[in-house]
């Protein structure tokens, strides 16, 4: 599994950012797919996540703001980034979880907000 992750960039605090995520090779493999992320100095940590049937969960900090979706025909899942926060500056990667337990992983998108 191949997953392409694009845009990230610069916002405002309080603006708006919509990054996407497409997978190919052997998607049949995958399950659920969902977006991490990465700010310096601290652990890869689940932002927001959907399963194969559509059910979705977030952290705590992003409820509210941010909204995953996914389209199973196009094989895309996608993060729509609202009231952007400072404290939302990191790497954003996409996962997906594979009917094998395994992890499958995109590079990374840089999303900044300035403050």
């Known amino acids: 599994v191949q997953l392409q992750a694009s845009g990230g960039g610069l916002v405002q605090a309080g603006g708006s950012l919509r990054l996407s995520c497409t997978a190919s090779g052997d998607i049949f493999r995958i399950n659920a797919m969902g977006w991490y992320r990465q700010a310096p100095g601290k652990q890869r940590e689940l932002v927001a996540g959907i399963s194969s049937g559509g059910s979705s969960n977030y952290a705590d900090a992003v409820k509210g703001r941010f909204t995953i979706s996914r389209d199973n025909a196009k094989n895309t899942v996608a993060l729509q980034m609202n009231s952007l926060k400072a404290e939302d500056t990191a790497v954003y990667y996409c996962?997906?979880?594979?009917?094998?337990?395994?992890?499958?992983w995109g590079k990374g998108t840089q999303v900044t907000v300035s403050s």
């Open positions: 996962n997906a979880k594979t009917y094998y337990g395994m992890d499958e």
